[in-house]
């Protein structure tokens, strides 16, 4: 049950929900980058400390989908992701942890990008033990391949279950519906207020869950989205329908406003996952100023964000504004060439 202290409940109780991850993820100060920056007071979410191999937020949402994979009987989870997906890492390793199968679609999002003896998240897929990797040219029908993977079980007599990119629908969203829930709690029992929260954008299910949870329990706190590949407008649209039906599920009344969504499309730079200035300097600033790894894909380029929005003065002196760090690390070490000085 989630309760906010003006009264409003969600009740996440209903789900089925496996736990990876035994107690809450630390909000710690950011103590020597607030003071770099000389801005707000900046905090971060350690979601990179979440349970399975190598962390990340898609635990929080596998928590919630394998959960329902179990209940439906199934044998093998299938999913899809960039060829450096974390999403697959950490479906892979809820499988093994959970004594199942598991098939990956890795696509192609920038052409010809998918080596086989990559480093990175690449490296461990083969060590985790996945059972069939399908490359996939990027834009291809997705759920296709996937409908192939679990048809082609079912005629061996297994039973396959499917999760979209990201683990980002309405079940998996109630991750980050609790996450919310965890924020405010921590937020009561330090005295801590934040006034503004900084997180990825990318395929939705943390944003939108996130946003959800927040309206849900009253918290009224401005979430900032970082956009990882869409533009600023159809990105908005997606996460308010599937903030929507996170809505819907958990029986939220008045549902989630559109206004709730706020997405910036200016650090993107040349493509998802291809490098940039600013997500370059973020790496190398939270490694050398608080001893933390962000990714290259997605919280780098979040916290080249939110470090802009600081140095143009968005966030007001003396504002707690809070990092959610999702995770992603071992993906910076097929970046190696462009990370290093």
């Known amino acids: 049950m989630v309760a906010s202290a003006e009264g409003a409940r969600v009740n996440l109780a209903r789900f089925p929900r496996r736990r990876y991850t035994p107690a809450p993820t630390p909000v710690e100060p950011l103590s020597?980058?607030?003071e770099h920056l000389g801005g707000p007071e900046v905090y971060i979410k350690r979601d990179d400390l979440l349970g399975l191999t190598g962390g990340g937020n898609k635990t929080r949402k596998l928590e919630f989908l394998v959960a329902d994979a179990l209940e439906q009987g199934a044998d093998t989870l299938l999913t899809v992701g960039a060829v450096q997906s974390n999403h697959c890492r950490l479906t892979l390793a809820a499988a093994v942890k959970e004594g199942l199968k598991c098939r990956l679609v890795l696509e192609e999002r920038v052409p010809n990008s998918y080596r086989p003896d990559a480093s990175g998240n690449n490296f461990l897929f083969g060590l985790l033990g996945?059972?069939?990797?399908?490359?996939v040219e990027g834009g291809s029908d997705f759920n296709a391949v996937m409908q192939a993977e679990a048809d082609e079980l079912a005629a061996e007599g297994r039973k396959g279950y499917i999760i979209p990119g990201g683990g980002s629908n309405a079940l998996g969203a109630l991750g980050y519906v609790?996450?919310?829930?965890?924020?405010?709690r921590q937020s009561f029992e330090t005295g801590l207020a934040f006034d503004q929260i900084v997180c990825s954008s990318g395929s939705g299910g943390t944003h939108a869950g996130l946003v959800a949870g927040m309206v849900g329990i009253n918290a009224n706190i401005p979430v900032t989205g970082i956009s990882v590949r869409a533009p600023k407008e159809p990105q908005e649209a997606k996460l308010h329908a599937l903030a929507q039906e996170v809505a819907d599920k958990l029986e939220i009344r008045g549902g989630v406003p559109r206004e709730a969504f706020t997405v910036l499309d200016d650090y993107v730079g040349p493509g998802y996952s291809l490098p940039t200035e600013g997500m370059i300097e973020a790496v190398r600033l939270f490694a050398r100023l608080e001893g933390i790894l962000l990714d290259p894909v997605y919280t780098g380029k979040t916290a080249a964000g939110m470090i802009?929005?600081?140095?143009?003065?968005?966030?007001?002196?003396?504002?707690?504004?809070?990092?959610l760090h999702t995770g992603g690390s071992p993906a910076l070490y097929a970046y190696q060439d462009i990370l290093s000085d």
């Open 32 to 34: 020597h980058l607030s």
């Open 130 to 135: 996945v059972e069939k990797l399908t490359v």
């Open 308 to 323: 802009d929005l600081v140095r143009g003065g968005h966030f007001k002196q003396g504002e707690r504004v809070l990092f």
């Open 178 to 184: 609790a996450c919310a829930e965890e924020i405010m």
